[in-house]
């Protein structure tokens, strides 16, 4: 996760139709956001979290997704490739 104010611009949808602007984007973020944009699935906010909670980006249909801090890496790849060993875990 990034600092608090470590951010890059990026253009993303305004709430009206067809509208487009620069927006600061935490960078850690942006490249994922600027991708989700570019295929049609558009954002409202973001932020990722800051290493204090969970980061999320706000889908304009009502979506979320969470963005999830890297130490987890290795528990959700466990949980996708071996999902019976991740449920004796818990």
Known sequence: MCDRGDTVRVCVPKAEANHWHFQDIDRCIAPLVNALNKSDIYTASCCCGHGEELGHIWLRDGRALIVLPDATKDMITEMVTKP???????
């Open 84 to 90: 019976d060993a991740a449920k004796e875990k818990r």
